[in-house]
C-alpha cells in the first residue's frame, strides 16, 4: 500500500482485490471446464462406434461406409508420420534460424523478424494452395529423376507443407526466448574458450530450455491439427503408409473430407477420430510437463 501510494497510485479499494482474485479463477475454470466439455462431447457422440467396434478401432484400416466399416489407423498414422517427419525437419532450422535472427545486426535482424512474424500469419489454405500447384510438381519431377513414379502426393509432400506451416511459428518463439537470455551468460561462455555452437547448445538451450520447448509444442499442436493444407497434398487415402510417396490421410483431414456427407456410424467414427486427436494431443501436454518437472532439479530450478 505505501509503494502504491508513494508512486503515486490510487489506494485500491477493500473489495477489489478479492473481486480480481475471484475473476481469475473463475477464468481459470472456465479454461479447465472447456477442456472437459470438450471430451465429454466427443466421448458422447462417439458412442456408437465405440460400441459397435471396441478398441478394434485403433487396429482396423478398414474405412467403408457402404458396409459401415470403420477403422482408425489410417489416420493415426498418418498424423504420426506426417507430425514427426515436420518437427525433425523443422526443429534445427527453426532454432539455427532463431540463433542467427537475435546474433544478426539490429537492422538485419529486425528485417528478418518481421518476415518470421508474416510467415505465420500466412492462412493455411494458401500453404495448401501453394503445396497443389507448386510443390507437388516439383516432388513429382524430383522423385521421377531418382526412377520413383509418383503423382506428387503423398506423406513427404504433407510433410514438407506441415514444416513450412509450424517453422515461423518455433522460430519466432524460440527468437524472443533467446533475446532473453542474459548477456553475461554468452560473454562468460565466450570468455572460457566456448565456440558459437557450445555456448548455444550449453549455456541458451539449457537457459531457456521451457520457452524453446514451449515453441516446439506450439508448433506440434499446429501440425498435429492441420486440415487444410494437408487435405490438398496428402492424396486422402484411408490406408496406412508404407514409403514416403505413399498417399496418406490424418485425423484432422478425414474429418474435413468426410464431415459434411456423414451419418449415423460414420459421423460416430468420425466423433471417435476427434477424440483421439484430442488426447493425442493432452497426452503430448502432460509428456512434456512431466520432462520439465523431472529434468528441473538438474536444471537448479525449484
Known sequence: MEICHAAGMKRPSAWSDPVFRWLCLGCAALCGLLMVGFFVQLAIASGDAW?????GFFSSAEWDPVAERFGALPAIVGTLLTTAIALVIALPLAFVSALFIVDAPPWLSRLLGQAVDLLAAIPSIIYGMWGLFVLTPIMQRIMASFGIETNGFGLLTSALILTLMI??????????VLRMT??????????????????ARDILMRYGIRGLLGGVFIGLGRALGETMAVLFVAGNVMRVPHALTDGCTTIAATLANNFAE???LQRSALFALGLILLVMAFLIQLLAQYYLRMTGAKRGER
Open 262 to 264: 456423414a451419418d449415423g
Open 51 to 55: 460400441r459397435t467396434f471396441g478398441l
Open 167 to 176: 517453422l515461423p511459428y518455433i522460430c519466432a518463439v524460440m527468437r524472443d
Open 182 to 199: 542474459p548477456p553475461m551468460l554468452r560473454e562468460a561462455a565466450f570468455g572460457i574458450g566456448c565456440t558459437r555452437w557450445e555456448t
